[in-house]
């Protein structure tokens, strides 16, 4: 061994970077094994001058039904490359009572610290868990959630939401259709209305995990609300999501705000500037869709021109995705490639007949209604 | 929108598999983002009529210092493919004890059900977590820790430790070597000594995560104790091992057993038939060692002899790894390929000159002591 | 900077696996980069007592119309784990025939040494490229091509095949729908009826690449020709095939042999012993398929049963898969899981009511005519 | 099976984003099996106002002694988003001259039309190939190798390197220390002195491939020559480099250009406003080198501040790497993190204390000479 141990450091030239293996004081590490720490930087520019904050309002903890501490969800925003997040356990459902404190502000006290550090912005939050119908509704940017109501009989239903609003929070409807059997509870129903009108209502959960909830994006074009995507995580975002492609983040919110604060994503929130993003797929109003798309997508000035058998001419370009997000684009209207489908940070190779002044396309993973993709024109 | 459907609908033929989205009452689910869920199989050939179980007996919830909920544990031990795994909470470490309740058969109790309907063997166990020297024990197989004792205080040690010894527990000391700052810690203490004379010490913590004691594997050899291999997890598997390399597992004990029975386990774990496995390494004694090695690798006969300008000959082989094992070979006596690697399920080109017996080589990704590698030899 | 030399190399203990860079004689390497050079192992198991070879029999070279030397084709099949393969250059197709040579035994030649050394079974082709109809076929355990002929009018369509059938060649029809709006070309045409009729046809490429042509399985069905699946590949493996997904390996015939070697190879395709294979889907004989698939997977005892509140039982099983296949179930007659997902190497749990004795699922994803299912059964 | 289809067609709403898989003319397409196509933007933002181009000057084709058509490599640069290329095939060796016609021009001429509508700028280039010492030269920006010499004579090396230069070619010797057991061949030879001094050479390969020729990084900087890294491709890149690590890209050279056109990356190769980059590594002139880097980090305003139990106080602070190199840091003075991994497209969270002006840290993955890292100071 004693000589094995003399070639090799002749090998050895000067500092490497980090080792696969070191020793000392007797313990061997495999550094190799573990899995590097960082944090991602999700990829999306500018729109008009508003940063694309990466938020998710909807998430769990063991202080309600979810199955990690709080730290763990501080650590899995971070590396994720989130903006801002809330703990929003349930008021109203804690089946961990017996072995966890039933204390409604906790989960977000014990990361409080942790996420100053992290520079991440932490909401303070909460879901208030009526039954179905109403249903859920979180309420973000909460002052103190102790006096919360946890009584979930429907009588109790109205006070419960008037705590949140009495303390100013922003409130919005989770997942309308998550209970597809109970008749009716997926519609725009009286109790609704009546927040509405009182103006205790300020967005809808159009995207809740892998589902997108078609109808509420509607209500929210039609009515005014805010469109919110979130994960609604119970278990780790690592066991839900198939991170291992390339486009998948967890379920989002993507808030076009004035600057990296709590209350430029409030304002945000309140001026409905947001996309709900479900990796492949966005949902959102129209304006903020396509202010979106175009600050992703851009079309190179034609390089190569070729000359067709017929006499016309056909005109080459390049067209980027200078984003993480995903599009697939089908053509509506002019002359051109029929398809494109642009992955993460690349761009494809596309051509259009000469002559034509622009080009359209759907995108058809980019929902503008529960019916309707947001359709995009280049110039050509 | 109605003539698209109408189009696209003829293209359907008939069944097809699990598609990447669908609707129904208004909820379009992205099933295609969701990370697949499926048990995976660690292929590891029996070794000589035993069974390889692999096993995890160290690990932590939210019931100590972990950042889970137990039921994150049962899930990726079987996730991970593991046959047999402990909850091992600090005994005398609580540092959420404001938050959650202070059972040392909590965590246990709460996912007893869960893994008998997973078929993973949940064996009943706890950390003695003495100060350092002597440092931290795990005991499995006990059978009720509500009487082990908080009380961390040098002088209560050996009490400590008798309360799993009582209840006929396998007891092994943990990472010796973790505080490499107090002197004399990594040591064969008298305490050790006491424990290890009164059979109340079986094994070693050989590797903990991802560090290996070496001294520790000294120790086993030397002394006839069982070498263990465990995570000691606090955090998620999914953010300590990095699984997107293939040959990353988590740090294991591999248990040779008659059979998969909590039973065979203790048996296998008392006559020392182990292997501490950290996903590119192992460290066991050497006959386990190389019982293991020999089980996953195999050269086939010679299929090609070239003719070589001097009048010898050479001849090809094709050495295959049978297992999701990780091997190194060094050439150590005869003459043929110098280097080989061998990653999980694939097999490499070798050549050998003909004419020789037999050739010989370190495997170097094998310890059999803490300076020295397995060496095996293939019959030509 | 030599300070620092002494410093690290007091960390280095002995003999390390596989530096991550190392210097000599001024020049360092970056081995972390490369990609590792292995040859896969697909795991599947015997099919009773017959190895099961995976074979792809439809490659090019640019002594044709692909983009490689032969040396990549010899390559990408060891590294993928393939027994055996053949280069079928077009006879009457070459354009590159202005800067290549024009030789139909060359690019077969040029890596029959490399293959022995290899371990890879190379088996002489051809395809014989006729205008469609009737289109391509293989001829493969041909003796020389250099007599074949190159002129493609329709009138020495027999003449050309009739080369092939001299040499006793193993024929298949490639890719029969390659053409669809040829009308007409996608039938079972006299002049295929002839070959047939004379036994000048021997198979059907029911699977090429990503296409599955769906009549002709029950072609061959229902006149016992022999099912294969090829690649046709003319670019490279890694640009077509997505590997990065586990269950992505190229499209091939697995022939299920009574050994490892030309002859029995050729018996199995003559006895039609195959499934063509293409990553998630299967297609073949009712016979074969069923075979193969009860081959990979098995069902466990149930270990765990579990008593409702309606006074029923509900027994638990794990299911396994134990191959690289992959396999989609749904229920088809029994009270159990209605579908379930077995990737490569892993298992499922599933359950089923106490009491009955078996439960039956289509295999949904294995095709056994166009337009039929393999159906197994599990006894409880 | 109809009534099977008539249930799903119910689930289908309206038109989704690329089926898994699709029917027509009764052929199935298996799309999700095939690897998707794209060119991928490298990341590397502006440097003082040079775009930095990526591109690759020295590779081969079947040509010479490479394995694939020339298309390949066409392929490869698109999707890998190369700006640049060059084919070098070599002039004095064809060993596949039997088979495939000896043309020094062909190469390049069957990819002109190909790289033009992709987008990517093609190089005309060769390899002049003589024996070792001197060893081999790349030409790029030649007009037509028709003339070059075959002879590989020593007396013929200086009359070949001038067939080049009377082309006004750009010319750098390749991979210096490839032959390390010819005494001699890895010095500033006198061949070498004597096209130095009559200025026809313009550059030294510093990385080829996996190796980095650390004297060469010297002599550049010494001499004012041009700093290049580039692939010497035969095999495949991806065979050859492992792209399934995010931080590996195949070697190449960072030009720093005015603008994405010939003329421009003559003029900074000229002016050697280059960067050689192997994945992980980075080597060139330390004005370079730091301009590229410091154009990559950022160092965000600390966001927090922690108050000490020594009075003292730590800031907090994220460094941002936003492109898709990869840097590890190593303080070298002030009191802060001691080492930073930055991955691409990530930020780390790092400290410094209170009342630091700056802060310094070696780049240990970016050489400046062969035994000097790129030294980088942060404003605190």
């Not at 868990?129 to 109790?156: C, M, V």
């Not at 929210?220 to 609300?225: T, Y």
């Not at 001026?271 to 997508?297: P, Q």
Request: proline content about 3%; aromatic content about 12%; hydrophobic content about 35%.
């Amino acid at each position: 061994m004693k000589t094995k141990l003399l070639i090799l450091s002749s090998f050895v030239g000067f500092a490497f970077l980090a080792q696969a293996q070191e020793i000392s004081n007797g313990v061997m590490r495999f550094n190799e094994l573990r899995k590097p720490i960082y944090r991602e930087i999700i990829n999306i520019p500018e729109v008009n001058g508003y940063q694309v904050l990466k938020c998710d309002f909807h998430t769990h903890t063991v202080f309600s039904d979810g199955q990690v501490w709080p730290t763990i969800r501080a650590q899995e925003v971070w590396e994720e490359g989130l903006d801002a997040t809330a703990i929003t356990d349930h008021i109203e459902y804690h089946p961990h009572k017996k072995f966890v404190e039933v204390n409604h502000n906790r989960s977000h006290e014990l990361i409080e610290e942790l996420s100053k550090k992290n520079n991440v912005i932490l909401i303070k939050g909460s879901e208030i868990t009526r039954q179905t119908p109403p249903g859920h509704f979180n309420a973000i940017f909460i002052k103190d959630a102790s006096s919360f109501i946890e009584d979930n009989a429907n009588e109790k239903d109205w006070e419960a939401v008037m705590k949140a609003f009495e303390q100013d929070a922003f409130i919005f409807w989770n997942h309308p259709g998550w209970r597809p059997n109970i008749e009716g509870s997926y519609e725009w129903l009286p109790f609704i209305e009546e927040l509405y009108k009182k103006n205790a209502l300020h967005g809808i959960e159009v995207i809740n995990g892998f589902g997108f909830h078609m109808k509420a994006l509607d209500w929210c074009v039609d009515k005014g609300l805010t469109v919110m995507g979130s994960t609604d995580i119970h278990n780790l975002i690592a066991h839900d999501y198939d991170r291992s492609k390339e486009y998948v983040h967890r379920t989002m919110t993507l808030v076009m705000a004035k600057e990296r604060t709590p209350e430029s994503i409030r304002e945000a929130l309140k001026a409905g500037r947001t996309v709900a993003w479900a990796s492949k797929y966005l949902a959102g109003k129209e304006e903020n869709v396509k202010n979106l798309v175009n600050a992703c997508i851009k079309l190179l000035p034609s390089h190569f021109t070729q000359e067709n058998q017929n006499g016309t001419k056909t005109n080459f370009y390049e067209i980027q995705n200078n984003s993480d997000l995903y599009f697939e684009l089908e053509l509506t209207s002019g002359k051109g490639t029929q398809k494109i489908t642009l992955y993460p940070m690349s761009s494809q190779l596309i051509s259009a007949e000469a002559g034509q002044q622009s080009i359209s396309y759907d995108v058809t993973n980019a929902y503008v209604r529960s019916n309707k993709f947001l359709n995009i024109s280049f110039s050509l």
